[in-house]
């Protein structure tokens, strides 16, 4: 089992900045790739970014040029840079990892943006 756990969410002004956290622990082999989901009321869990092993990325169009996803290997942690944040950037940040074949959620993290 892989546990996770987010820091880093809070109320921020429009245009300001965050920067989200994620370390995992547990029983780790390889972790394949460290994703961010986000959930806001009233609408489906999207995908925000990805990183794969070999550390190539993918955003969601929404935050391109906005967002940077990393990690840290040697600390299992994978972090999201949230700059220029937006009111529709308002919700529920999941980290997701995938390991052997098995996928696992943190509990999440909430992010506010006020205009």
């Known amino acids: 089992q892989v546990q996770l756990v987010e820091s880093g969410g809070g109320l921020v002004q429009a245009g300001g900045s965050l920067r989200l956290s994620c370390a995992a622990s547990?029983?780790?082999?390889?972790?394949?790739?460290m994703d961010w989901y986000r959930q806001a009321p009233g609408k489906q869990r999207e995908l925000v970014a990805i990183?794969?092993?070999?550390?190539?990325?993918r955003y969601a169009d929404s935050v391109k040029g906005r967002f940077t996803i990393s990690r840290d290997n040697a600390k299992n942690t994978v972090y999201l840079q949230m700059n220029s944040l937006k009111p529709e950037d308002t919700a529920v940040y999941y980290c997701?990892?995938?390991?052997?074949?098995?996928?696992?959620w943190g509990q999440g993290t909430q992010v506010t943006v006020s205009s």
């Open positions: 997701h990892v995938f390991q052997l074949g098995s996928g696992y």
């Open positions: 547990g029983t780790i082999f390889s972790i394949n790739t």
């Open positions: 990183i794969l092993s070999d550390s190539s990325t």
